[in-house]
């Protein structure tokens, strides 16, 4: 019997021949490069972190200054409650203790949020102690920082028409209406109108009165002040027409007369 006889072809094995000094220049490279860039990295690491901590101290310092801004003003709110229902002998001590509460508020926190609202009550605390000058100083810089607060612009400049009008300064009066209704985002743009002809009233100027009172009573028909306006307008007319001069006699007729 024959012998079959079974061969294995042997494939060689293909190895692939390291560069041990080229791969061992490649790391040495790499680590070189890294070492270059391992001190702008751990400068530009240093600067984030010192970032992030100047951010979290301002964050910090602000939320401090508004807790003490709100306990300020809660101060300020207590002494003006006591006044209001103490001795009458304290109130003016209560009251210098407020505004001095208020005043802390608006030269140690001007960014809190409490800081407008604390102008804006100094300002009030002013004129009740009969301070003109002072309550028109605070109204007047709370316009120069805050006077485009939504809630309070307005409000503040009406108080600072109204302290013009104590004072006894119409001139300046009239501006700080004007500028209400001029605003136009502004509220309580009715009442300057109304305050505006009242002013033209006092000063015999009847015509400028009834322009006021008649654009009073065409834009704002549902205002309060609309009836008043109503009732001053028909006056005004009544008195225009009692000083109004008498018209002129039509010229007599002349008659011939025939001798």
Not at 43 to 50: D, E, I, P, Q, R
Request: proline fraction near 7%; avoid cysteine; glycine fraction near 6%.
């Amino acid at each position: 019997m024959p012998i079959s006889m079974s061969y294995r072809i042997k494939v060689p094995v293909k190895t692939l021949q390291v560069d041990e000094a080229h791969l061992l220049s490649g790391l040495e490279h790499q680590l070189h490069r890294l070492q270059e860039y391992r001190r702008p990295l751990l400068v530009g690491l240093a600067v984030l972190l010192l970032a992030a901590v100047a951010v979290g101290g301002v964050f910090w310092m602000d939320r401090q200054a508004s807790e003490k801004a709100q306990e300020l003003d809660q101060e300020a709110s207590r002494l003006l409650m006591a006044r209001s229902i103490g001795d009458p002998k304290n109130a003016e001590n209560l009251l210098n203790q407020a505004m001095g509460k208020y005043r802390e508020i608006v030269e140690r926190y001007p960014r809190t949020a409490a800081a407008p609202l604390a102008l804006f009550h100094l300002g009030n605390a002013q004129v009740m102690a009969n301070d003109l000058p002072a309550a028109i100083d605070s109204y007047q810089r709370f316009m120069l920082q805050y006077g485009g607060n939504p809630a309070l612009g307005a409000l503040v400049q009406q108080r600072l028409a109204y302290a013009y009008l104590s004072k006894g300064d119409r001139e300046q009066a009239a501006k700080a209406f004007t500028a209400i209704v001029n605003n136009h985002g502004a509220l309580l743009k009715d009442q300057a109108l109304f305050e505006l002809a009242r002013l033209e009233e006092t000063q015999s100027r009847p015509e400028g009165a009834l322009a006021h009172y008649q654009t009073l009573i065409k834009t704002y028909p549902s205002s309060p002040f609309t009836s008043e306006a109503t009732i001053r307008t028909k006056v005004l007319d009544v008195k225009s027409k009692e000083t109004a001069p008498p018209p002129p006699s039509p010229p007599a007729s002349s008659k011939k007369t025939n001798k």
